[in-house]
């Protein structure tokens, strides 16, 4: 059966870094592609990036462009998405989701929340 | 840059009402339209895709319409479990951009 499981919580210090990992299986990884999506108190539900596992094409939404990296790796079927500078309102829920290009989000990993904070 | 809004916000409702909530695209996505359900702590549960496609297993009394820029979730008959947030996203390409959101409660 189609799995997305996603690392575990974390909670980082202003101005660094997280990077957070999708492990998928029960499907041909490199014939889809995926999306991240991030939950705030603040601003719902963010589109945040797609990537295409075929060929490691990457699109972001212009308020992360600079800040995010999605990035696959075919031998582990497995997502990342390492976002950067973080800052206190980057506390969120980040969820992968399997998304094929032009068709609807299928699938959704469990969420991994991310705690910014001194 | 591409918009999503909805309309309202927020709203209250009595059990039983007809509720509908608006989505707008800044341009045309043909019917390139889903709409999700969000609660505390769960995973975004999709109602409705192409617009106005039922997911299998969603009730109902959940319906959606429109195409082009201009689109409608309808719930028929509110029910107590419906308390939740509900967003539309488009799909045809990036940016996937969501709406809003509309947060629906009991009065």
């Known amino acids: ?56 094409n990457a699109h972001y939404a212009q308020k992360f462009q600079g800040r995010v990296t999605l990035t696959t790796d075919s031998s582990t079927s497995t997502v990342y998405m390492e976002l950067r500078s973080l800052r206190s309102d980057d506390t969120a ?14 699938y959704w990993g469990q969420g991994t929340l991310v705690t910014v904070s001194s | 840059d591409f918009q999503m809004t909805q309309s309202p916000s927020s709203l209250s409702a009595s059990i039983g009402d007809r509720v509908t909530i ?10 390139y339209l889903a709409w999700y359900q969000e609660k505390p702590g769960k995973v975004p549960k ?16 959940f319906s959606g319409s429109g195409s082009g820029t201009d689109f409608t979730l309808t719930i028929s ?31």
Do not use: H
């Open chain 2, 77 to 107: 008959s509110l029910q107590p479990e419906d308390v939740a947030t509900y967003y539309c996203q488009k799909y045809d390409g990036a940016p996937l951009t969501f709406g809003p959101g509309t947060k629906v409660d009991i009065k």
């Open chain 1, 93 to 106: 829920v980040f969820f992968c989701a399997r998304k094929p290009m032009g068709q609807i989000t299928d």
């Open chain 1, 1 to 56: 059966q189609v799995q997305l499981v996603q690392s575990g919580g974390e909670v980082k210090k202003p101005g660094t870094s997280v990077k957070v990992s999708c492990r998928t299986s029960g499907f041909i990884f490199t014939s889809y592609g995926f999306s991240w999506v991030r939950k705030t108190p603040g601003q719902g539900l963010e589109w945040m990036g797609w990537i295409s596992a075929n060929n490691g």
């Open chain 2, 46 to 61: 999709l109602l409705i895709y192409a617009a106005s496609t039922l997911q299998s297993g969603v009730p109902s009394r």
């Open chain 2, 22 to 31: 608006t989505c707008r695209a800044s341009q045309d996505i043909t019917n």
